[in-house]
């Protein structure tokens, strides 16, 4: 029952932030000028800024998280490209230094966000669509298609 507590509200929350971090981060330096990432659903409970990133925390910050940007100017493909890669980038960064961690450690707790993290990144990687929502793979394969296809991203 504690594993099921410590998952539920610990781990998926940490390792969806790390995830949506990695998509900040390379909207950072790709100079995005307005930068919102958010965990959670419900009521804002919580919110905090850092320059160009605004962070919301919700009520149920254990269901989601997202990242979005804004800029007067179009993103170019490798805006896109990137920013779209910060995520999975980040999860998988996550996995291995959890992995070292629980080479060293042996935890319980390791082993798991290791798992979830490798998780995220490689679920994220794969091009799916799911109504309006698409995966990290998906925009990247879409804006590699409208770069070298000609096709709208």
Not at 31 to 49: L, T
Not at 97 to 111: A, E, S, Y
């Amino acid at each position: 029952m504690v594993g099921w507590i410590l998952l539920l509200f610990i781990i998926v929350p940490l390792g969806l932030f790390l995830h949506e971090i990695g998509h900040g981060f390379f909207a950072f330096i790709r100079n995005v000028p307005s930068i919102h990432i958010g965990i959670g659903v419900g009521k804002e409970i919580f919110s905090f800024q850092m320059g160009r990133i605004h962070v919301h925390i919700s009520l149920f910050f254990f269901i989601g998280a997202f990242a979005s940007y804004s800029s007067e100017e179009a993103f170019t493909y490798m805006d896109k490209i990137l920013i779209s890669l910060g995520g999975p980038l980040f999860s998988m960064a996550a996995y291995w230094l959890c992995w070292w961690g629980f080479i060293t450690l042996q935890t319980n707790f390791l082993f798991t966000l290791m798992l979830f993290n490798g998780w995220l990144a490689l679920i994220n990687l794969i091009p799916y669509k799911v109504k309006d929502k698409k995966s990290d793979g998906y925009t990247i394969i879409e804006a590699l298609f409208s770069r070298f296809f000609n096709k709208p991203a």
